[in-house]
């Protein structure tokens, strides 16, 4: 692509990330050169139904990773179980060396990893700045004895700073004093996109984030989730789209039933046959559909 | 009719005991439901540990005002805690209802003739406030005339007592909500699993909320009890918790000034309906007469509940608030 | 909208006073004060005779002697306050004032609304502390009074739980449906002079009526504004001060009870005595509860409910009416809670509060089973009878309420979703 060649740095990354993964083998659940997330045996069912049986999972760091799967593959529950959003019924996961299972979510966040939602929760009464001051972390006047006593204020400076570099990355600073509710589903999503980096995160996890964006702003969120690999962060989404998945991601996860069914670079996955299996013959998956829609709606409207 | 006596009661209710004591209760719950969205539904339980914790101090253990003070303020964070941890992980609706059922287990309790050598069952309990009016640096001639109405020295000591304490409470929170933790509670109002995906540790902001409004509540108990010289259970009736939701969403939810503009208009309506009636029940009016004084004071609480199912309705921010800021109507 | 809201909320309250304006008949001429003695043991009430009871106030003072119903009457000479006075040396062996120093009720207002002139006074009379019955056999009887207690839960439960489940609303105004049944049927009873029979189905059907116009005329409206459910439980909360208020204003503060059934004897099975009345409540109760379940689970608009409880969205795509499903659930959900009410107005009397004092109950009934299951709801009401009148042999019975109220929140610490409840339905 043209726009890539302008950007060599762009082309180093995801070339590195290629040229590592490149001889990994094709097989579901395979080790990684450098993970940065391992995760073992995770499991959750709901009443009887397993949404999720992962046996054996890695992320390779630095990488853009896509999550794909038919409806119901539990792509969402696994992400939810991963950030601390829900409970596993077994298993552990190590994220950078540590281990995550039984974190609660705030302290997931803390550690690095942050996520986004599918259903997208830019926080509509506040205005666009503070979704963005809220997000960053450590701070002093988040304590209620240094709010009362005003000892935040250079400290909000430096945060409002900041939100504004990034606002202006995204192209929403000129939205910044407006209600979150005023804006597009897709500047929501390039806001919840930058809320969550306030966060400093090492590891940044998409739900669905092309879903219910307008095809106009789909490229730009596809560029800015390049622009996360660059900046050296790992990248893991949950997508749909096979043409947004071949457009940036190093490798491929495909679920289905819950389960890792295959793994390899975008190009070769669409190409197994299981996979192919499994996105046609989806009528397996009618009943987990429905458990795992059902979830995330009580989930998200907790 | 007696149109200038019924304008000093509205005067005097406007800022007297009445309105001072829910305008606290009602600062208390805006921090928690207003800003936070958290529905504590036992505001009144709170009110109770702090108006008991002064009586039972002073009258059986023969402790001073101030430790009383102190045991009230120790007692509403206990409370709190007691209450927040089973349901603050739970949905908003548990809340509401182990608060109110909490409530209604520390009245029983404290009506109970089991408990009577200590809490004074049903009658309450009374001569603890000396130490308080000990205090009192007014003449004691001082006293204030509203037209008919008159306020003697020791009432306006507690009001000024009492209003300052008010003002303390908005201070604190007009610090707070403008503040980055103002921001977070606000976040969790709308939305907490966006916050917690942020970092934050929603249940303790929650359980700080519920802590801070509820000591609020606890200052409330304390004006009360030393401005009526008496504690008694059935002014802790769950309906008193919820005539400071009434008064909070008339001043306006999650506006500093909303429970004090709440409770005043809220407080001079209220008495001067009740004076209204009984005057135009006196005067012989048609209709109006045929009510008893009973029926008039049972009308008034009947125009509450009608004007905050209204409220709730046709104008949920009040008269301070700001519609497209209020969470209320979210979910 | 806004006028259609404002339209119904005055027919809500035009039905509501023309309703309660029967129980508001101008005092007869001659009033009286008079009441019935009858000694409560275990829920068993037998008439007391020959017990001396002495009124006085007013520059007058009168007495009379319970007759063989234990009713007794004092006629005054005017309206104003009395004070009246049981005389305990009257009273037969065995029997004593359940609170002991409640000898004199003082300043009884006899003041219209009066029915037929008569102020009810109540002197509630129970076993004294002289004979007593083993532990066994007092459990054994604080069984029975506890299922019917916990069965006269469940109708209100029930009720608030298929509404909470199909809304989402947390209805604070339903004690006041509850009230509601016990008041309507009281107002036809010893109001109209309507056998109590006919008075009862007329209060269901004006119960099941009351639900109806409750969603009609303010819960449909408000939904369809989409109202968030916060703000409906607010407004519920200020429509329960609203009725019950309401209810107090036409009806006055004071306990009354219906006519025509009072003073039946006793019967006993084994170690527990109950009277006919207890046995009507329980096969009432029981009839009720069952035909509920039979109707939610087999008939087609009984699927429809739990359809649309699972999920109203999934239901309303596969074509079913939700919003129809939804007012026979407030029909059915009213019904059952007058009906509760009005049996509640046999054990405890009617009164304009009775509905809120026991709405506390309701709510850790269905927390309890679990919120918008319906088995959660019967099982959790049982349990809370049960559980209220079985400490009663541990705890002082003022406090029995504290107990269970005090279960709520500990079983709600270590299960969240209920006993009976899905862990999923928490989120």
Redesign the interface.
């Known amino acids: 692509m043209p726009d890539n060649a302008s950007t060599p740095a762009a082309m180093s990354r995801h070339e590195e990330a290629m040229r590592i993964l490149a001889d990994v083998p094709r097989e579901p659940g395979v080790p990684k050169p450098d993970p940065i997330l391992v995760a073992d045996h995770v499991t959750r069912s709901?009443?009887g139904l397993k949404a999720v049986d992962v046996s054996h999972v890695e992320i390779q760091r630095g990488s853009i990773t896509a999550l794909v799967g038919p409806n119901g593959a539990g792509k969402t529950t696994f992400f939810n179980l991963l950030?601390g959003?829900d409970t596993p019924d077994t298993g552990s996961w190590l994220f950078n060396g540590k281990d995550l299972a039984g974190v609660?979510?705030?302290?997931v966040?803390?550690m690095g990893m942050?996520?986004?939602?599918q259903l997208t929760?830019?926080?509509?009464?506040?205005t666009v700045i503070?979704n963005m001051?809220?997000?960053a972390?450590h701070?002093v006047?988040?304590?209620?004895l240094q709010?009362?006593l005003?000892l935040?204020r250079g400290q909000?400076k430096t945060v409002t700073a900041q939100a504004d570099e990034l606002l202006a990355r995204f192209k929403l600073l000129e939205k910044r004093e407006d209600?979150a509710?005023s804006l597009s589903g897709g500047q929501r999503k390039l806001l919840e996109m930058a809320?969550?980096l306030?966060?400093d995160p090492t590891m940044v996890m998409l739900d669905e984030p092309m879903a219910g964006v307008n095809p106009a702003l789909t490229q730009s969120l596809l560029e800015h989730i390049k622009g996360l690999r660059e900046q050296g962060m790992t990248v893991l989404f949950v997508e749909h789209d096979m043409d947004v998945v071949r457009d940036i991601s190093d490798w491929v996860i495909v679920m289905a039933q819950g389960s890792v069914i295959a793994e390899g670079p975008p190009g070769e996955v669409m190409r197994n046959e299981a996979v192919i299996s499994a996105y046609l013959g989806g009528h397996h998956d009618k009943a987990l559909t429905d458990s795992g829609v059902?979830?995330t709606e009580?989930?998200?409207?907790? | 009719m007696d149109w200038s006596y019924i304008f000093a009661v509205m005067v005097t209710s406007a800022f007297g005991l009445q309105a001072i004591v829910f305008g606290l209760a009602a600062i208390g719950i805006n921090v928690q439901f207003g800003y936070t969205g958290l529905l504590n539904f036992g505001q009144a339980a709170f009110m109770a540990v702090g108006g008991y914790a002064v009586a039972v101090t002073v009258v059986e253990l023969n402790m001073s005002f101030w430790w009383g003070v102190v045991f009230g303020l120790i007692g509403a964070v206990i409370l709190a805690l007691l209450l927040g941890v089973p349901t603050l992980r739970l949905?908003a609706d548990y809340l509401a209802i182990v608060t109110i059922a909490a409530a209604e287990i520390i009245r029983l309790i404290l009506r109970s003739v089991t408990f009577k050598d200590f809490f004074g069952g049903s009658d309450g309990k009374q001569a603890f406030a000396d130490g308080f009016f000990a205090m009192n640096f007014l003449p004691p001639d001082a006293d204030l005339r509203i037209g008919p109405a008159v306020v003697n020295e020791s009432q306006l000591f507690t009001y000024i007592v009492g209003w300052s304490l008010v003002a303390l409470a908005c201070l604190?929170v007009w610090?707070?909500v403008r503040?980055?933790?103002?921001?977070?509670v606000?976040?969790i109002r709308?939305?907490?699993?966006?916050?917690?995906?942020?970092?934050?540790?929603?249940f303790v902001y929650k359980m700080?909320a519920l802590v801070?409004g509820g000591l609020f509540g606890a200052l409330a108990g304390f004006i009360t009890a030393v401005g009526a010289q008496n504690v008694n259970p059935d002014s802790f009736k769950t309906d008193a918790t919820f005539f400071a939701y009434a008064i909070l969403i008339l001043g306006g939810a999650a506006r500093v000034f909303g429970p004090v503009l709440g409770t005043v208009i809220f407080w001079a309506l209220f008495q001067g309906t009740d004076v209204f009636l009984r005057q135009a029940i006196d005067a012989g009016v048609p209709i109006v007469s045929l009510m008893d004084g009973t029926q008039a004071a049972v009308l008034r609480v009947m125009l509450v509940g009608l004007g905050l199912m209204l409220l709730m309705i046709y104008r949920p921010q009040g008269i301070l608030g700001d519609r497209?800021?209020?969470?209320l109507d979210?979910? | 909208m806004h006028r259609r809201v404002t339209a119904a909320l005055g027919a809500v309250l035009v039905a509501l006073v023309a309703l309660l304006a029967f129980a508001n008949p101008a005092a007869a001429d001659g009033e009286r004060i008079g009441g019935q003695l009858e000694n409560r043991v275990d829920g068993k009430k037998t008439p007391v005779e020959g017990v001396v009871i002495t009124v006085t106030g007013n520059g007058f003072e009168g007495s009379a002697t319970s007759g063989p119903d234990g009713k007794w009457e004092v006629p005054v000479p005017a309206l104003g306050n009395y004070d009246v006075t049981i005389d305990v040396s009257t009273l037969p062996e065995g029997v004593a004032l359940t609170e002991e120093d409640k000898v004199t009720i003082e300043q009884v207002p006899v003041k219209p609304p009066l029915f037929n002139g008569l102020k009810t006074v109540t002197f509630p009379l129970g076993q004294s502390t002289a004979t007593t019955t083993s532990v066994w056999e007092q459990a054994a009887q604080l069984t029975v009074s506890g299922l019917e207690f916990g069965l006269l839960i469940a109708l209100g439960a029930l009720g608030l739980s298929i509404i909470y489940g199909t809304t989402g609303l947390v209805n604070f105004a339903h004690g006041e449906i509850i009230t509601f049944g016990a008041l309507s049927t009281w107002v036809l009873n010893a109001g109209l002079g309507l056998n109590f029979f006919l008075a009862a189905i007329g209060g269901l059907l004006l119960s099941a009526a009351f639900g109806w116009l409750n969603n009609a005329a303010l819960w449909r409206p408000l939904r369809k504004r989409g109202t968030g459910l916060i703000a409906m439980m607010i407004v519920s909360i200020g429509l329960a001060l609203f009725l019950r208020n309401l209810f107090q204003f036409f009806v006055g503060g004071d306990k009354k009870s219906y006519t025509e059934y009072a003073g039946l004897a006793g019967m006993s099975i084994g170690p527990v005595s109950v009277t006919p009345t207890d046995i009507g409540i329980f096969i009432t109760a029981i009839l009720a509860l069952v035909a509920t379940v039979l109707v939610l689970s087999k008939s087609r608009l009984g699927k429809a409910t739990r359809a649309v409880s699972d999920?109203p969205s999934l239901a309303a795509g596969a074509g079913i009416n939700v919003e129809r499903v939804i007012t026979f659930v407030w029909v059915i959900g009213a019904a059952l809670a007058g009906l509760g009410g009005m049996l509640l107005g046999f054990t405890q009397q009617v009164s304009f509060q009775m509905g809120f004092q026991i709405l506390l109950l309701v709510f850790a009934a269905v927390t309890l089973g679990g919120l918008g299951t319906i088995a959660g709801a019967i099982f959790g009401s049982l349990v809370v009878g049960l559980f209220i009148q079985l400490t009663t042999l541990i705890v002082p019975t003022e406090l029995k309420n504290v107990g269970a109220l005090l279960v709520l929140i500990v079983i709600l610490l270590v299960r969240p979703y209920g006993l009976l409840g899905?862990r999923?339905?928490?989120?």
């Open positions: 709901f009443g950030t959003f609660p979510s705030y302290r966040a803390r942050v996520r986004t939602f929760k830019a926080l509509s009464k506040m503070d001051r809220l997000g972390t701070q006047g988040e304590r209620m709010a009362l005003g935040w909000e209600f509710g809320r969550s306030m966060t059902s979830f009580e989930a998200s409207g907790t | 949905r604190v610090l707070l503040s980055p933790w103002g921001r977070v606000k976040g709308e939305d907490e699993d966006a916050v917690r995906s942020l970092g934050k540790n929603v700080q801070l497209r800021e209020l969470a979210a979910r | 999920n899905r999923e339905r928490i989120g």
